[in-house]
Each structure stands twice: as C-alpha cells, then as structure tokens.
C-alpha cells in the first residue's frame, strides 16, 4: 500500500542531545513537508522540499534542519538549539506544490526529559 | 494574513443526532478551504476541500461543508453522528494555491456518546 511511514512513533531524548526522524513515502510524491503539532494548535510548518536536494523554511525552522537526498526521503533533525523540541511531528507530502491536499504520515512524538 | 477560526475547541453529541462543526476564515478573494481529520495519536486525513467548483461539497464519510462567501464560513456537517467520528477536526485554508501556504484552525475535538 502507497502511503508514508514515519518513525519512530515516539522517541525519548535528553536535553542537549540531537535527534532524528525519519519520514519515507512511496507514493512519488515531489513536495514533502515537517511539521510540529502541540495541544491546542494548529499545525506548524517546519520545512518543506519541492524537489531532491532543495527545501525551504516553513515558519518555524530554528533548531531544525532537515535533507532531502532522495525523493522518497525527507529527514528531520532536531537540534540541541530547539529551545522547547517536546511536540508531535507529523510528515506529509502532496503530489505537486500547487495543491493543498496533504498525505500524512502517524506521526512522531518527541519528549525531551 | 490570511487565517482561519474554528469556532468551537469542543463539540459533544449523542450518536445519531446531526454535527456541526463551525469554521470562518479572513475575507479575501478565492480561498482554498480543506476539512481534515485526526483520529488520537493519528496523522491528518483529507476529509474534503473547497476550490471553487460548487459551494456546498461532499466529503468522505457522509461529511459535507457549505462554502458561504457572505458570511465567510466554512461550517462541516454531518446528518448523523457515528461513534467512529470521535476525532479532533481541522479546518486549513490557502490563499495562494500552494500547499507550503496552508493556516491550520486550532482544530475541533468531537466527541460522540450513546
């Protein structure tokens, strides 16, 4: 089945060390995105990437970075620089950047003890 | 700046009776209106989105939404309630066309009893 897997679901971390999730689709799919979702909120856009090896700050890129080596991989890592990293991160992607339907992924919950 | 507003950050109703789930966006020329879904610890499903064809669009899972230009609302509505529709429910908007432009509601979290 097409679709895009994120892992890990959830992943513990201290403060001061980096962490990254992975994002993977297989529904060939050029535009993915990051973003962060907390209680209460709408979700957030970290980064996205249009094409292999281009991608852009979303509204709240400081302490992240992310990659985008392969088409079917989109990377997010985040920093020790994340003033407050502990968020659920969900990674999406559409079939073209002129569309707003968005694929999601489950998701990644980050707790930083 | 565009934004959106979703009315209700609660909405509780007995299985059977209808839903309505209230969202008004900023005014502005030609909006692009999506309902998403988000079942606990799930990612975001489309429910159903507004481009510009007829106003009143049909979604999955017997959801439908009335693009209403005069009252700038973009209410989601349900005749029926099931207890599968307990979720939390988001309405995004895009002025641009461009799904990096996308403003998420805060959301709305239905919750179903018997």
């Known amino acids: 089945d097409g679709g895009i897997t994120q892992s890990p679901k959830y992943l513990f971390r201290k403060e001061g060390q980096n962490v990254t999730l992975s994002c993977e689709q297989n529904?060939?799919?050029?535009?993915m995105y990051w973003y962060r979702q907390d209680p209460g909120q709408g979700l957030r856009l970290i980064y996205y990437?249009?094409?292999?090896?281009?991608?852009q700050k979303g509204d709240i890129a400081e302490g992240y970075s992310v990659s985008r080596e392969k088409k079917e991989s989109f990377p997010l890592t985040v920093t020790s620089a994340q003033k407050n990293p502990t968020a659920f991160y969900l990674c999406?992607?559409?079939?073209?950047?002129?569309?707003?339907?968005?694929?999601f992924g489950e998701g990644s919950r980050l707790t930083v003890l | 700046a565009q934004s959106v507003t979703q009315l209700d950050s609660h909405v509780s109703v007995s299985e059977g009776t209808p839903v309505l789930l209230r969202c008004n966006y900023s005014?502005?020329?030609?909006?692009?209106l999506f309902w998403y879904v988000q079942h606990p610890n799930k990612g975001l499903q489309l429910l159903l989105k507004?481009?510009?064809?007829?106003?009143l669009v049909k979604g999955i899972n017997g959801f439908e939404a009335e693009f209403k230009k005069s009252e700038t609302s973009f209410h989601l509505t349900k005749p029926s309630a099931h207890m599968s529709d307990a979720a939390e429910y988001f309405c995004?908007?895009?002025?641009?066309?461009?799904?990096?432009?996308?403003?998420f509601g805060t959301g709305t979290r239905l919750q179903v009893t018997l």
């Open positions: 999406a992607s559409s079939l073209g950047q002129t569309t707003g339907e968005l694929f």
């Open positions: 529904l060939n799919h050029d535009a």
């Open positions: 990437s249009q094409i292999v090896n281009d991608f």
């Open positions: 005014s502005s020329y030609s909006p692009s």
């Open positions: 507004y481009t510009s064809a007829a106003t």
């Open positions: 995004v908007v895009s002025y641009t066309g461009t799904a990096s432009k996308l403003t």
